[in-house]
């Protein structure tokens, strides 16, 4: 692990070796620079290095890096949270679980501090006037940024290895309390890389030619901070339970013991959990950010949803479509671990029809493309009957049904394995089928309204579909708690589940990683040929959206290569936790 340290220390000094002389020569300035507003670089201005591709190596690196940091940022925080669990449980499996989640993270962080350098060098080299603008914006933060590097890693480490050491007793809080802090820098090194980001979507502090004019907390708390930092903390918790899923899943079809995939089946259901907990949430999160970025800029928005990136969205709802089938696959697979389960099972199939209905309905499109001919015979762009399923309240009604089914996959495994003892358990078990009934009556007549509603108000018509379906999960998991408790519980066999299952965990990470990717292209294209929104324009050769071809090769491209990144952590992980055979003794003469 020493190479994983020295690997840490050089991208922080390196970020500070870089930065420093930038905020010397800024701090040395007279005032009347800083009112000169962002650089207007020429097309000369632009380092050509053997006619490399100086965007799509920033994109690849920037990619990568966001994937590494997402899962390394994420898996901390639940692996004190089940730590926790274990302390609260006084069940040692949780703690296990938790170290193992954070042996993954470990063998990923030098990955991740080494790509950020890599990035950081490939920004000052390529776009220099950028890199020097966004430094004299933000002054002093990205140095405490470096100094907050350093402090995540010194407290990974103490962290890590000092597990064992701290495990029992009241040192176990300690320990804990350092968990803590590094969930507390970890997130705070997110919140500050993202108003790094969003500030070039929405520029604050700044005037209309980018002179400076207010603080660095007004660049940083700019509109599409707070938004874009909820999306990206659920998506990381999503993201870092679909990985370690994918690590369960591999470590269970590697396994041959019994007791060994009984652990790996148990960590693998946990981690869908887990993802499935930071996805439920996560479309309503991205609604939010979308609403923001129309608010602050319609031309972005109509960009997004109704210009040349609006087909991306129906790639969006592919893959969207294929984690819940995976999650909701693995989800009804995990039946058979309960002698129970067969009496749920029967309904599967029900719930399989809405989902697979409300995927089809997410991913038809509104306008279609045709050629003269089809275009002659259909009468128009939009098809007579399936065209209404085209616009958001059929879309919105399709993914919250789909949520709703998604939660009750889980509620029926939840349940195989209890049975309830509290004399009510019958009107409990009414008003939960009511809830869901009356909620699902709800979505969709909220999705029919919001044909008829003017256009103004069919954003708002979705607010009472998004309530509905939160107020059936939560609701349904108090019913559940308080009818549970003391509950007589059935024997849960896990490990018993079929190899196939384990493959619907390993598309979670897969179509996770290529979601993430599509969506940092839309992001980042809504600037279209701005480095920062309207302050600096993009004067290089490359200051264009790229199609959507070209688009879909580099982010497959980067995906593969993260997935095997991914595979090679995992074996490494397994190998560093294979025991060497004891030596054999030679036979005394």
Do not use: C
Request: no cysteine.
């Amino acid at each position: 692990m020493k190479h994983s340290q020295t690997l840490a220390a050089t991208a922080a000094l390196a970020a500070i070796a870089f930065i420093l002389p930038e905020i010397a020569m800024a701090s040395g300035e007279e005032v009347v620079s800083i009112l000169e507003g962002a650089p207007k670089p020429s097309r000369g201005d632009y380092p050509v290095i053997a006619g490399i591709s100086a965007r799509t190596i920033a994109w690849s690196l920037a990619q990568m890096h966001l994937f590494l940091a997402a899962f390394v940022l994420a898996v901390p925080l639940f692996a004190i949270s089940t730590e926790m669990m274990g302390v609260i449980t006084k069940d040692d499996r949780y703690d296990t679980m938790s170290r193992e989640f954070m042996k993954i993270t470990m063998a990923a962080y030098s990955l991740t501090a080494l790509v950020g350098g890599g990035l950081l060098l490939a920004l000052l080299v390529f776009y220099p006037h950028l890199m020097g603008y966004m430094i004299k914006v933000f002054r002093g933060q990205m140095l405490i940024y470096a100094a907050l590097f350093g402090l995540e890693s010194i407290t990974l480490y103490i962290y890590f290895y000092s597990w064992d050491a701290l495990r029992r007793g009241n040192r176990k809080w300690f320990h804990m309390s350092i968990g803590l802090v590094l969930n507390t820098v970890g997130l705070t090194l997110m919140f500050v890389a993202n108003a790094w980001t969003s500030f070039m979507m929405s520029p604050s502090g700044v005037d209309a030619a980018g002179a400076i004019t207010g603080t660095v907390w007004e660049a940083t708390r700019n509109p599409l901070w707070n938004p874009l930092n909820l999306h990206r903390f659920l998506a990381n918790i999503a993201y870092g339970g679909a990985i370690v899923g994918g690590y369960a899943a591999y470590m269970f079809l590697a396994e041959k013991r019994a007791e060994a995939k009984a652990h790996y089946d148990w960590m693998g259901y946990t981690s869908n959990f887990i993802a499935i907990i930071g996805f439920l949430p996560l479309p309503f999160a991205g609604y939010w950010l979308m609403a923001e970025i129309y608010a602050y800029s319609q031309q972005m928005g109509i960009t997004a949803m109704g210009g040349i990136l609006a087909w991306l969205f129906i790639i969006q709802a592919v893959l969207i479509g294929t984690i819940m089938l995976a999650a909701n696959y693995y989800l009804w697979s995990g039946l058979m671990r309960t002698d129970r389960g067969a009496e749920y099972a029967k309904y599967v199939k029900y719930i399989a029809v809405v989902i697979v209905g409300g995927f089809l309905v997410w991913v038809t499109p509104h306008s279609l493309v045709l050629t003269p001919s089809e275009l002659q015979v259909l009468g128009g762009t939009n098809h007579k009957v399936l065209g209404p399923l085209g616009i958001m309240p059929a879309k919105n009604t399709a993914v919250n049904l789909m949520l709703v089914m998604t939660f009750l996959s889980f509620q029926m495994f939840y349940r195989s394995s209890r049975v309830a003892t509290v004399s009510w358990a019958k009107q409990g078990n009414m008003v939960i089928i009511a809830l869901y009934v009356i909620g699902i009556a709800n979505i969709v007549g909220a999705g029919i309204y919001g044909y008829f509603t003017p256009t103004v108000y069919k954003v708002g018509a979705s607010v009472p579909q998004v309530t509905t379906t939160l107020m059936i999960i939560v609701a349904s998991v108090v019913i559940d708690v308080l009818m549970l408790r003391g509950a007589k519980t059935e024997k849960v066999h896990w490990g018993r589940m079929s190899e196939r299952s384990q493959y619907a965990l390993f598309v979670l990470p897969v179509a996770f990683t290529w979601l993430m990717g599509l969506m940092g292209y839309i992001r980042s294209s809504l600037r279209t040929n701005w480095h920062i929104y309207t302050i600096m324009k993009d004067n290089s050769s490359e200051a264009y959206i790229p199609t959507i071809g070209e688009a879909g090769n580099t982010i497959t491209a980067i995906t593969l290569g993260f997935m095997a990144i991914m595979v090679f952590v995992f074996w490494l992980s397994r190998l560093g936790a294979t025991k060497q055979s004891e030596p054999k003794q030679e036979a005394s003469s």
